[in-house]
């Protein structure tokens, strides 16, 4: 799963009222990476680059 560090991040930043952001070079796992942020309700807490 893409994103799945970042999910665990974004909780904690989403319980403290902070922000998750993260770079990545491949679009491909970037674009994964939304869709998995967004299915778990989080993509509201992480920028993504």
């Known amino acids: 799963m893409v994103g799945y560090s970042t999910i665990w991040l974004a909780e904690a930043a989403r319980a403290d009222g902070g922000q998750v952001t993260t770079i990545n070079k491949n679009e491909h796992k ?8 967004a299915a778990a309700g989080l993509a509201e807490v992480v920028t993504l680059y």
Do not use: K
């Open 30 to 37: 970037t674009r994964q990476a939304r869709e998995t942020l």
